[in-house]
């Protein structure tokens, strides 16, 4: 794991009895886990992450060694040690290597093996933990101390018996007088009004290249978020997604496994698919038995007919100068009431930005020379007409080393990249109110309602110069 | 022994977790560290929190700290009377947590466990006491915890010795049914799992009846421990169990409980659970497996990765009898649209992509083990998964690689259509190889230049284009050799037709004879040269204009313009695969000549040897025997060669090939006079021919130059070597040496030896002062030096002082021992001393004795050797900080 440049080993947990059942299953072909440092060594070198050793090495470089999922083989002293789960986030590594119960020659495929996905349960729990409001290094290290406890908990003797990590943070034991069986997560000890909190939060992706031969898109997908504070082990809630009349069906719908029942006509519906206009379009009913943390009801992805922001991108290179031209419509379906909006403009394998000359007809541009960055702050509405233009010349001074350098962005291939939230909206029209979230407990509960649309890797790409297509169709 | 304090025991855990191998052999024995920690583990001074990271050694590295069954058994005792002894308090429950879990671990895992071992029937009776505590009611609320770790200590051992618990089913279930607090997922676990593992050894046997088994209430099965591995889950395909319908429905009303209240759980136990009851199902065959179809929509719909591999694992077991036509389509869609799910963390999604390829249909048509598409796979469904720029590389791959399978597939125009994206795609990559994509845009341009050529080989015109934006990117880039080998070795395995490969190595060698021998040429002539002599590889390929091109390489030698032994190796090696792979006919004349002019010519005579050499083995040998001798690592049959001029010789290409020195064997000692000497370290051979280089560690020194050693034997005393060493910086470094011999078997050898520290006192050089000089006029000198050299003065000058008492040894025979020859002048107990340091550089010293002190002031034009000097005063003077 990450300091500076140098990774060290934060925190590691050996399960002696599962080595012992691996090395029935395996025999003489079983291969021991190396101490430590010697783990370590093999992991980075596996993962390229060694600053020394940057040439090519056949037996890992080779083209034919294609690695196509997060499983990875180590090299070590005495074999190849196979399969170490590896996950990389916010310079850490998440490692773990699970029980194989079959033989290991050749390599079973990953579908068969149990230990697979319980490893990814438990290194994404950890993962959820590690990376929940942690701000600081003082705040790291405080929880990479909590880790024994919860691993203890969590998975006691290597089978992982509950990952989620937060939930296990609240250690205290509620004393049980029912008659029925409570749910493993229900550990609440939550005593006072209680409250439900309920916020849909949209997130939309575009890449728009203004080309006849190249298809835009743009891609909506939401999280549905849940915080219950409720007395008592067991509760009932029901949260009901609603759509308007002319709203756009939800697809790819994916539920928290406290979900306790789903009707079919839920999940029917698949971005894979043809839209289909009889397609269900709620409402969404989804009763669960709520954890005490705040936890991702549901997922789901949804497919609007139009974009939000349309824009278009001229970048000419003219002389030793850019021309630029922006211009940007916002649909007026959408609600143009926007906590912030901007569009950033970097420029990249070139020098700081030394000149520029600029037109706007709305909002402000500021310029960040060192960081070859413009940025067109358009604020919290368009004007009446709903479209705004930039229009300039930029020129550039020589290429240095502190400017931001891009593989994909060489020539005259640019973008322009859209940053908004309008709150208290939706793309899809999915929302939850007061009257969709049933709770079934004694006294009247508070239920608070939200919902936000973000925007997510919006690009707009110059369509004077090549653009990466990430979208493709077979049918026309 | 005393008590260690609890500071202590962290650090002790900590340099034991660093390596407990090293940690238990440094110690005086394995005992003692063990019985310090039993110890120290009922003592009462030791606080809660210490004792519980203490036993994470004992949980963690049992079989290191009981390597026999008899410690292990030992220490479980000592565990259990120190669990024993502990009050039922909630603040000592975690503690006892730990002690259970920390039991189990170190009889299971040192292999202790066992019918005749007193600790183990103790730790069951125990475990199950504590398991029988239903809903908190004896020991309250506090205990919870003790209990759940029971139960899980309890299904460990289940796991580790299947059938342990198989005659207890009756018990187990009903304890699993009383419990209603968050505890009962810990009973459901070890209950599917006994049940699993009866059911399964009930199916091997064939002893008994599934109905005595369900109601099962007696002891334990201790021949479990001796029959461990009787059955493996991975083998229930072949048993099967035919119950009457009285048990069958007993099983069901079971099997129905379990998965009503399976929601309960939480997902990663639920999982297991699931897959537990499945293989039960599975081998009792007159239990339908529809009775999962309650389940399943839950399963389909949900967010967690435990839960729908379950649902895949279901549908692997089960095909058509649990899953219709149309919900098999349901769920590859689902798995479809899961694979891409922007919400989903990537590795995931790359999981589900894998699942994708073996995809558990109902009727498979190839075999489990291999990559295969899904016959409901269409390339409408696949369309979504197209790989982008933006995708990480394992993602990139894994579609690349999925919707290759696609097109190869599926015919018509999408699939046609498809192919040219991929290509598309794969030229966009070799674009950012171009611009600042670095190692990982390599690595990947690579790989699917790779599967395309695997998957598209046989495509003329698009495999034309790829050859193209190789070729231009080689000549970009020529630090892609190594990668351009690999992709021609590999694709060369994978290709039924060798076409490809022989036409890119064609185009690269076209490009290679065709560049200009203009200097700088060192850094770029080697990588051609690598890839050249890959190329002489290919029969196919004509060599002729490699020939050619050798030949100006060669007359440049000649001029003197180039003539490094690494390319005259490297040129070597193109000649030498030339005479393995090609026919005689084709470049054998053009061969000998060149051959005669690199041992005519080449300026380094090893070079020149190596070259006779060929020279030789080409003019004497038919291409028959010619091959036998360069087939690398081959064993030549000594009959083939009898009349030949090598016959006496094993293996040449043994001969031929530097080989990694098995043990040093040579040692550089220091003589008085910072000389190195060289000796053999161990039993001494004789060795030729040895060429010892120096690498420099920083830039402080000039380039060593390499030190030739005609022969090194033992029987003559070690050489005297005299190192040249030119500093840039007058600072101490360090060499790492290498070197290189032939022994007397005539193989070569390659080996590290130790490496050679140059301290600050080996530049010392005293001041070059005329022999006739008089006292005076060297003070006069240093004198003028000394104010010269004032840090107000120009740049780097500094000065600095250096005080010690000394009680250890006078000033006066300090000097004598280490400055003598440095000495300028002394002057009523003032010792000047005047040091230059190379290459430019100068150090004064004013050394006197002052009231039992030693005070040297100090001066120099470089402020930056300071530290060095002050660190070397130090240690001769031996003054400890």
């Known amino acids: 794991m990450n300091n500076t440049n140098e990774f060290l080993l934060l925190y590691c947990r050996r399960y002696p009895t599962v080595e012992k059942r691996a090395k029935a299953f395996n025999g003489a072909s079983y291969v021991t886990v190396p101490e430590d440092s010697a783990f370590l060594k093999a992991l980075l070198f596996e993962l390229r992450l060694t600053e020394s050793d940057k040439s090519f090495v056949e037996y890992r470089d080779s083209c034919s060694r294609i690695n196509k999922t997060s499983v990875y083989a180590l090299t070590t002293g005495g074999g190849d040690l196979w399969p170490v789960l590896a996950f990389q986030k916010s310079g850490l590594i998440y490692v773990c290597l699970p029980l194989v119960e079959q033989s290991l020659k050749p390599h079973p495929p990953l579908i068969s093996i149990s230990g697979i996905s319980q490893a990814f349960a438990l290194l994404s729990g950890l993962l959820l933990f590690i990376n929940s409001s942690q701000k600081n290094e003082a705040e790291m290290s405080a929880k990479i101390c909590q880790l024994p406890g919860l691993l203890m908990q969590a998975c006691p003797l290597g089978t992982p018996l509950d990952t989620n990590l937060n939930g296990l943070l609240d250690n205290t034991h509620v004393p049980t007088n029912h008659t029925q069986k409570q749910p493993v997560w229900r550990v609440s000890t939550y005593k006072g009004k209680?409250?439900?909190?309920?916020?849909?939060t949209e997130k939309v992706k575009s890449m728009q290249y203004d080309k006849r031969d190249v298809a835009d898109m743009w891609q909506v997908y939401g999280t549905v978020t849940c915080k219950c504070d409720?007395?008592?082990?067991?509760?009932?809630?029901?949260?009901s997604l609603n759509l308007p009349a002319n709203?756009?069906?939800?697809?790819?719908?994916?539920?928290?496994p406290c979900v306790t029942s789903l009707d079919s006509a839920i999940l029917t519906s698949c971005s894979v698919d043809v839209m289909d206009d009889s397609a269900f379009s709620g409402p969404y009913k989804l009763p669960f038995n709520p954890p005490s943390d705040l936890f991702n009801l549901c997922y789901y992805t949804s497919q609007v007919p139009v974009p939000p922001i349309l824009g278009f991108y001229q970048l000419k290179e003219e002389e030793l100068q850019l021309k630029l031209t922006v211009t940007l419509k916002l649909h007026e379906s959408v609600k143009n009431a926007f906590e912030y909006c901007e569009a950033r403009i970097p420029f990249f394998n070139r020098g700081p930005v030394t000149h520029l000359e600029y037109k706007v007809s709305y909002g402000q541009l500021d310029v960040f020379r060192d960081k070859s960055l413009l940025v067109w702050v358009i604020g919290q509405k368009f004007p009446k007409s709903l479209e705004i233009s930039l229009t300039g010349t930029v020129t550039?001074?020589?290429?240095?080393?502190?400017?931001?350098?891009?593989?994909?962005?060489?020539?005259?291939?640019?973008?322009?990249?859209?940053?908004?939230?309008?709150?208290?909206?939706?793309?899809?029209?999915?929302?939850?109110?007061q009257h969709s979230v049933q709770v079934f407990t004694s006294g009247k509960p508070k239920i608070s309602t939200s919902r936000e649309l973000i925007s997510s890797d919006y690009y707009i790409w110059n369509s004077k110069a090549s653009a990466p297509a990430v979208y493709r169709t077979l049918f026309f | 022994m005393g008590v260690r304090s609890g500071e202590s025991w962290a650090q002790l855990i900590?340099?034991?977790?660093?390596?407990p191998v090293a940690f238990l052999s440094s110690g005086d024995s394995d005992d003692a560290f063990l019985a310090e920690l039993l110890q120290d583990l009922s003592s009462e001074?030791?606080?809660?929190?210490?004792?519980?990271?203490?036993?994470?050694?004992?949980?963690?590295?049992?079989t290191q700290l009981c390597p026999e069954p008899e410690v292990g058994e030992r220490v479980a005792i000592s565990l259990l009377t120190n669990f024993a002894q502990l009050p039922h308090s909630p603040k000592l429950s975690w503690l006892r947590r730990h002690l259970l879990l920390v039991i189990g671990t170190v009889l299971i895992s040192t292999e202790a466990f066992g019918e005749s071992s007193r600790a183990s029937h103790d730790y069951l009776s125990l475990l199950l006491h504590l398991a029988s505590d239903l809903n908190d009611q004896r020991q309250g609320l506090g205990d919870r915890g003790v209990r759940a770790a029971a139960c899980e200590s309890l299904r460990e051992l289940e796991c580790c010795y299947p059938g342990l618990l198989s005659r207890r089913l009756d018990s187990l279930r009903s304890m699993q049914q009383q419990e209603l607090t968050p505890v009962h997922q810990g009973y459901t676990l070890l209950y599917s799992l006994a049940l699993?593992?009866?059911?399964?050894?009930?199916a091997h046997r064939g002893e008994g009846t599934l109905g005595e088994l369900l109601a099962g209430n007696e002891g334990l099965a201790w021949e479990a421990i001796e029959n461990a591995g009787a059955v493996s889950p991975a083998s229930i395909d072949c048993l099967l169990l035919l119950p009457t319908p009285t048990e069958t429905k007993e099983l069901k009303s079971v099997l129905s409980q379990l998965l009503d209240d399976s929601y309960?759980?939480?997902?990663?136990?639920?999982?297991?659970?699931?897959?537990?009851?499945?293989?039960?199902?599975c081998v009792v065959r007159t239990q339908s497996p529809v009775i999962f179809k309650a389940q399943l929509m839950r399963l389909f719909g949900t967010a967690h990765v435990a839960l729908l591999h379950a649902s895949l694992q279901l549908k692997g077991l089960f095909t058509d009898s649990l899953f219709t036509a149309e919900d098999e389509a349901f769920l590859l869609r689902r798995l479809v649209g899961m694979a891409q799910h922007p919400s989903l963390p990537s590795p995931v999604k790359l999981f589900y992509l894998d699942c994708l390829l073996h995809f558990p249909e109902n009727r498979p048509l190839g075999s489990g083990s291999e990559e295969g598409l899904p016959v409901l796979l269409t390339p409408r469904l696949a369309s979504c998964l197209f790989p982008s720029l933006f995708n990480d590389p394992s993602t990139m791959l894994a579609r690349l690689n999925l919707l290759s399978l696609v097109c190869l597939e599926n015919q018509g125009p999408e699939a046609e259509r498809g192919i040219g994206y991929i290509f598309e795609h794969i030229l966009a990559l070799a674009s950012t190889v171009v611009g600042k994509g670095g190692h990982e845009a390599t690595g990947l341009f690579f790989r699917t230049a790779y599967l395309f050529a695997r998957y598209f080989g046989s495509r003329v015109q698009l495999m034309a284009e790829l050859t193209g934006t190789l070729v231009g990117l080689y000549r970009q880039r020529c630090s892609l050799a190594p990668n351009l080998i690999n992709l021609l070795n590999e694709t060369q395995v994978v290709l039924d037709d060798p076409a490809w490969p022989m036409a890119l190595s064609k185009a690269l060698q076209e490009l290679i004879v065709g560049v200009p021998l203009l200097p700088p040429w060192e850094r770029e002539l080697g990588l051609h040269l690598k890839l050249l002599a890959r190329m002489a590889k290919e029969s196919g390929v004509p060599q002729g204009s490699t020939v050619g091109f050798l030949q100006r390489l060669v007359r440049l030698a000649g001029a003197r313009r180039l003539g490094d032994w690494h390319i005259g190796q490297a040129l070597l090696t193109i000649c030498r695969n030339l005479m393995q792979h090609q026919p005689p006919l084709a470049v054998g004349c053009q061969l000998v000549e060149l051959l005669q002019d690199v041992s005519l010519s080449y300026p380094d005579v090893d070079v020149q040897d190596r070259a006779r050499f060929y020279y030789t083995l080409l003019a004497c040998l038919s291409h028959d025997k010619l091959g036998a001798v360069l087939a690398p690592g081959g064993c030549l049959k000594a009959r083939t060669l009898s009349s030949s001029i090598m016959a006496d010789s094993e293996n040449f290409t043994a001969a031929l090939t530097v080989h990694p020195a098995p043990q040093c064997l040579l040692q550089l000692k220091r003589e008085t006079l910072s000389l190195p000497m060289l000796a053999p370290a161990s039993a001494p051979p004789r060795l030729f021919c040895l060429l010892l280089r120096f690498e420099r560690s920083d830039n402080f020194y000039e380039p060593v130059p390499d030190i030739c050693v005609p022969c090194l034997s033992a029987a003559r005393p070690p050489p005297l070597l005299t190192l040249h060493l030119q500093p840039l910086c007058p600072y101490p470094t360090k060499l790492a040496v290498s070197a290189l011999y032939t022994t007397q078997a005539g193989l070569t050898y390659w080996s590290q030896l130790e490496p050679l520290q140059v301290t600050f006192p080996d530049i010392f050089l005293p001041l070059a002062l005329p022999m006739a000089w008089d006292p005076e006029s060297r003070r006069h000198l240093f004198d003028t030096l000394w104010s010269s050299l004032c840090p107000e003065g120009v740049g780097d000058c500094a000065e600095s002082l250096f005080c010690w008492p000394t009680s250890q040894q006078p000033l006066g025979v300090l000097v004598q021992t280490h400055f003598a020859s440095y000495l300028v002048a002394e002057e009523s107990g003032i010792y000047k001393i005047a040091i230059v340091l190379p290459p430019r550089y100068h150090v004064l010293l004013q050394a006197q004795e002052i009231q039992g002190a030693a005070r040297i002031a100090i001066r120099t034009d470089n402020w930056k050797v300071l530290p060095h000097l002050s660190a070397y005063l130090r240690e001769v003077a031996g003054v400890v900080e």
């Open chain 1, 247 to 256: 709203g756009s069906p939800l697809q790819d719908i994916l539920v928290h």
């Open chain 2, 14 to 19: 900590t340099s034991f977790r660093a390596g």
């Open chain 2, 196 to 202: 699993r593992n009866a059911v399964l050894l009930l």
């Open chain 1, 396 to 433: 550039f001074g020589s290429m240095s080393k502190e400017q931001p350098v891009d593989p994909i962005c060489t020539g005259s291939t640019a973008y322009v990249k859209l940053y908004f939230r309008i709150p208290d909206y939706t793309l899809t029209g999915c929302y939850a109110d």
């Open chain 2, 264 to 281: 309960l759980l939480a997902p990663s136990a639920q999982s297991q659970l699931l897959w537990h009851l499945a293989q039960v199902v």
């Open chain 1, 194 to 200: 209680p409250q439900v909190n309920v916020c849909v």
């Open chain 2, 45 to 62: 001074r030791i606080s809660e929190q210490t004792k519980v990271s203490m036993l994470t050694l004992l949980l963690e590295f049992p």
């Open chain 1, 230 to 239: 409720l007395e008592g082990a067991t509760s009932n809630v029901t949260v």
